[in-house]
C-alpha cells in the first residue's frame, strides 16, 4: 500500500478541462497542487479511482528524481525497440503515437498510466499494452513501491 506524503493536494471538479487541443477528463496543477476532475466521473467509481490515481502520480513523477525517471524510460526504450504495440491508458497512447516528438510527455504519462493500472486496478478499454510488457511495468512499479515514492 502506498501512503503519500508531502503537503496536500487538493481536488476540484471542473468541467471543460482539455489536454491542448484535446478534451480531457482531469489534468494536475502540479505547483498549486491541484487535481481538476470532470464532473462525469462522480457517477463513475472505478474510472474516478483509476483517474485520480493516474493524476497523483504526476506528483510522484516530478519527484521521482533523475536517475529512477532515466531507469523508466530505458523500460520505455526497450518496448519502443521491441515494437510493442498498445498502452496502458489514452494519455500516453496519442503520445506514443506522436514519437519521437513527444517522447518526454509520452515517457511522465506512460508511468501515470502504468500506476493507474497497477494500483488502481480496474478493467478499462484503455489497457491495449500486450501482457509480457504490462508485467515488465508491473515488476518495475512494484519494485519501486511502497518506499520508494
Not at 497512447?93 to 519521437?100: D, G, N
Request: aromatic share 12%; hydrophobic share 45%; proline share 4%.
Amino acid at each position: 500500500m502506498l501512503t503519500p506524503a508531502g503537503r496536500a493536494v487538493s481536488i476540484q471538479w471542473s468541467a471543460g478541462l482539455r489536454d491542448g487541443a484535446r478534451d480531457a477528463v482531469a489534468g494536475a496543477d502540479i505547483r498549486r497542487r491541484v487535481i481538476h476532475l470532470h464532473p462525469s466521473l462522480k457517477q463513475r467509481a472505478a474510472e474516478y479511482r483509476r483517474i485520480l490515481t493516474h493524476e497523483m502520480f504526476h506528483f510522484v513523477w516530478v519527484r521521482l528524481g533523475n536517475p529512477k525517471r532515466a531507469a523508466w524510460k530505458d523500460l520505455l526504450r526497450a518496448e519502443l525497440a521491441a515494437n510493442a504495440r498498445g498502452e496502458l491508458g489514452w494519455s500516453s497512447a496519442w503520445r506514443k503515437a506522436e514519437l519521437p516528438a513527444r517522447f518526454d510527455e509520452y515517457t511522465c504519462e506512460a508511468f501515470c498510466d502504468t500506476a493507474a493500472w497497477v494500483f488502481a486496478g480496474g478493467a478499462s478499454e484503455e489497457y491495449t499494452l500486450g501482457p509480457k510488457w504490462r508485467e515488465r511495468r508491473r515488476a518495475w512499479m512494484l519494485r519501486m513501491a511502497p518506499y520508494h515514492y
